[in-house]
């Protein structure tokens, strides 16, 4: 673990093969901050609970993001990484935070919102999603919690909780700031909405050579304006504009050689990173120690914390 004097937590959904938009919009974050910050990154298991509810599958995927990780670059001598349901001081914050929490407020969360507009039946599990959240965050009392856009809103009821937690009972809890990177906020994929596995439009973050390029070539391309405007905006992730410029102007209207350029950029990022994940499978038993190691880790400084919050509710 770093030196760093500074928390920062993150949490991820084991939710199946990570695209680019996960990657820029999330995943990266906290590889890139991990010297900087003592770091606490997650597997929320138990959040994915919610909608993944079979055992191979949960097993799977929870192995599987945890190899993600750490074929991006995660280090797991400089950050503490572990499966939320090791740490049961996780739901029984939430339980606490539940008490002192009001069934209008969490009817307010974007998520909530959007489960019951599908016209879903929304499970508890979903609606308590912010505190066991909260719970997730402040158990660690981080600085910072590094987070994709969307998840704005929960990083802020985390930040309700600790205040109002904070004044009833008096001052526990530390309020976490959000980092989000607003130029990556929102990744477009290949049909120039937000890239997501609800919508088919994504580059997977592992795919093989043909994979990019058979989604590349998909990207959709129309003829108003002098640049492929989806094919571009998937290029200024791995460019910049002065890199870029000359080749548009250059290949004006030719949407083909432009998409040829993006596939070899893609794999430039993405070959690296496919090798090292091939190469982590390879030895599942590390990955499941380094888990051990992590939840050990994890569970000392979160039961720590619930200790304090036990006095200060006065069931200890
Ligand atoms: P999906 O929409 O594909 O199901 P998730 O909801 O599992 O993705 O997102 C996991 C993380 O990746 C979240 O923190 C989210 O903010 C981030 N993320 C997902 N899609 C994008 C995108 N298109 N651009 C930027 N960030 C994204
Ligand atoms: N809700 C986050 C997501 O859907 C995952 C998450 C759970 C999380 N607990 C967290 C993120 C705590 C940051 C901190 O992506």
Do not use: C
Not at 19 to 25: C, K, M, T
Not at 39 to 59: E, P
Not at 114 to 122: C, I, N, R
Not at 147 to 172: C, L, M, P, S, W
């Amino acid at each position: 673990m770093s030196t760093a004097t500074k928390t920062l937590l993150s949490g991820v959904k084991p939710t199946g093969r990570p695209h680019v938009g996960n990657y820029f919009g999330a995943m990266r974050q906290v590889v890139e901050l991990q010297d900087e910050y003592a770091s606490f990154v997650f597997l929320a298991d138990y959040h994915a609970l919610n909608f993944i509810q079979n055992a191979d599958q949960m097993r799977a995927q929870s192995m599987g993001v945890a190899m993600d990780y750490l074929a991006i670059g995660l280090d797991p001598a400089k950050v503490v990484l572990f499966k939320q349901s090791d740490v049961s001081a996780h739901t029984e914050l939430a339980w606490i935070f539940d008490t002192i929490t009001t069934v209008p407020y969490l009817m307010r969360s974007h998520a909530y919102k959007d489960a019951e507009a599908k016209g879903h039946e929304v499970s508890v599990g979903t609606f308590n999603y912010p505190m066991l959240m909260a719970a997730d965050i402040l158990l660690y009392n981080p600085d910072v919690v590094p987070v994709g856009a969307d998840q704005k809103q929960h990083v802020e009821y985390a930040r309700d909780t600790a205040d109002k937690f904070n004044r009833i009972f008096g001052d526990t809890f530390k309020l976490p700031e959000a980092i989000i990177r607003e130029d990556v906020a929102t990744v477009r994929g290949t049909d120039g909405r937000k890239m997501s596995k609800s919508y088919g439009n994504t580059i997977e973050l592992f795919a093989s050579r043909d994979e990019i390029a058979n989604s590349v070539m998909s990207i959709v391309t129309d003829s108003s304006g002098d640049r492929p405007k989806n094919v571009y905006a998937i290029h200024r992730l791995l460019k910049s504009e002065e890199e870029l410029e000359p080749l548009y102007g250059a290949n004006t209207g030719n949407y083909k050689a432009l998409k040829e350029v993006l596939i070899e950029d893609l794999e430039f990022l993405i070959a690296p990173l496919r090798v090292r994940r091939e190469e982590i499978a390879t030895d599942k038993a590390s990955v499941m120690n380094i888990l051990r190691a992590g939840a050990e880790k994890a569970n000392e400084r979160a039961e720590k914390k619930l200790k304090e919050v036990k006095e200060m509710i006065g069931v200890k």
